[in-house]
């Protein structure tokens, strides 16, 4: 009998296109803004002095732009930092930086009310009604807890972040790695087959299944893995309840 649900959000609760089509484009173009506004904040400053530390050990960008090698506190020095960040968008890198600060106009967004995420249709309900049933539920998303605590406060269907016990990110491990599923099991104090895992990743579930803990794979439109393997599939919330027992 299940009696702990374990949530992935991208493309489990929440539609994977909420991430591509508001989120990034939301913060790419407020970057200049932002920093401009809050470069005084010490959170902040931390961040833009990390990114001058990139951009100065990035060689392919200094073929195309003058090196820079301090950043002095004046209004062009920060603006060429921003155009850096666009730069790092539109190839897509990997920036610790970047996602800190892309991390930090998420929340002002936010909190200023120009961001709700849109859950699927169902998972409002869906979440009430296990809660409800007793069942206790928890998170475990690449996203960081902050940006998943962010994400369920400001939903369209009002703040949902108190029907979770546990949140769980990377820093418990890795999502494809079977101990990370342990140690999920092990801090919530539950025997793994009493924990139902759900998820849009094929490998996710594997690695979960190899912990002993059940799996039941996401597959809804719009997903980019759209192969279930040898795992149980919903394409709707509503249809989890058949997977409890
Ligand atoms: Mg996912």
Redesign the pocket.
């Known amino acids: 009998m299940i009696s702990h649900l374990l949530l992935?959000?991208?493309?489990?609760t929440c539609p994977v296109n909420f991430v591509s089509d508001i989120l990034f484009p939301y913060a790419s173009a407020n970057i200049t803004q932002f920093v401009e506004e809050n470069h005084q904040d010490a959170s902040i400053a931390k961040i833009l002095q990390n990114a001058l530390d990139e951009y100065n050990n990035d060689h392919e960008w200094h073929k195309k732009s003058p090196q820079k090698q301090q950043l002095t506190d004046s209004s062009e020095d920060r603006m060429n930092l921003c155009d850096y960040f666009l730069h790092l968008i539109s190839i897509d890198k990997k920036s610790t930086s970047l996602k800190d600060l892309q991390g930090k106009i998420w929340k002002k967004g936010y909190i200023d009310g120009d961001i709700t995420s849109r859950l699927f249709p169902e998972t409002a309900d869906c979440l009430q009604q296990w809660a409800a049933d007793k069942l206790t539920l928890a998170v475990y998303s690449s996203g960081s807890i902050e940006a998943q605590q962010l994400l369920y406060q400001h939903t369209n269907n009002g703040d949902l972040t108190a029907l979770f016990s546990h949140w769980f990110d990377t820093h418990t491990g890795p999502k494809k790695t079977r101990e990370s599923y342990t140690q999920i099991c092990q801090t919530m104090h539950v025997e793994p087959n009493k924990v139902l895992f759900v998820?849009?990743?094929g490998d996710e579930c594997d690695a979960a299944e190899q912990a002993g803990v059940q799996t039941l794979f996401s597959k809804r439109a719009g997903n980019p893995d759209q192969n279930p393997k040898h795992h149980r599939w919903v394409g709707n919330l509503r249809d989890l309840a058949q997977h409890l027992s």
Not at 8 to 12: A, L, N
């Open positions: 992935d959000i991208e493309g489990t998820s849009d990743s």
